[in-house]
């Protein structure tokens, strides 16, 4: 088990920066990966951004080159840093881990509550 808490959210001017952190209750070490997910309403929920124990990392092409994923394993921390940030960047941002739970190799989803992302024109 472990809890994923995010911050940083806000309400930003487009082409406005914010950085987001999720913080999880225990080492991140060996999670599989992590990632931030975005919802917005009506919309489903979508990926954003992953970045994998070996820190290969994937975006999606809305966000390329504007967004940046890292970790911070010893701060068992992940951070998005946004920039150049849109009104369709608009959403509920939510933090993600993928995490082997048995010898089994069997894989679980946990999921922080989400911190609002508002971008103003």
């Known amino acids: 088990q472990v809890q994923l808490v995010e911050s940083g959210g806000g309400s930003v001017q487009t082409g406005g920066s914010l950085r987001l952190s999720c913080a999880a209750s225990?080492?991140?070490?060996?999670?599989?990966?992590m990632g931030w997910y975005r919802q917005s309403p009506g919309k489903q929920r979508e990926l954003v951004a992953r970045?994998?124990?070996?820190?290969?990392?994937h975006y999606a092409d809305s966000v390329l080159g504007r967004f940046t994923i890292s970790r911070d394993n010893d701060q068992n921390t992940m951070y998005l840093q946004m920039n150049s940030l849109k009104p369709e960047d608009t959403a509920v941002y939510y933090c993600?881990?993928?995490?082997?739970?048995?010898?089994?190799?069997?894989?679980?989803?946990?999921w922080g509550k989400g911190t609002q992302v508002t971008v103003s024109s």
């Open positions: 225990r080492s991140i070490f060996g999670f599989d990966a």
């Open positions: 970045i994998t124990s070996g820190d290969s990392t």
């Open positions: 993600n881990a993928v995490i082997t739970v048995n010898v089994e190799g069997v894989k679980r989803d946990f």
